[in-house]
């Protein structure tokens, strides 16, 4: 009979470059991240070791997230409006919230 991992026990590398958050299971090897780097973004043993720490920084994804502001501050297309305003009469109705809460 075999056996099968829980899994609770897996491992997972994450790639971090720029806006890629593709998602590697570990297995005791870096073989499928390293094919990754190298196909997708074009990164190898070679190509860093020309780069200086701080470009290399620069690769990895930025760890800020956008505020409220900044988000609300770019303009909606008519579609998604609609559709936000369809989720929030779904969402007032379905919680019995009063209409003030738009407000």
Do not use: W
Not at 35 to 40: A, E
Not at 64 to 88: F, G, H, V
């Amino acid at each position: 009979m075999k056996s099968k991992k829980k899994k609770t026990d897996v491992v997972y590398a994450i790639c971090q470059i720029k806006d890629c958050t593709r998602k590697y299971v570990y297995h005791g090897s870096t073989t499928n991240y390293t094919k990754h780097l190298r196909d997708d973004h074009h990164i190898t043993e070679v190509s860093l070791s020309s780069k200086t720490p701080e470009e290399i920084s620069n690769l990895k994804q930025p760890k800020k997230q956008q505020s409220i502001d900044e988000l609300l501050s770019r303009p909606l297309s008519s579609r998604r409006q609609k559709l936000l305003n369809q989720d929030l009469v779904k969402f007032i109705v379905g919680t019995r919230q009063p209409l003030s809460i738009v407000e």
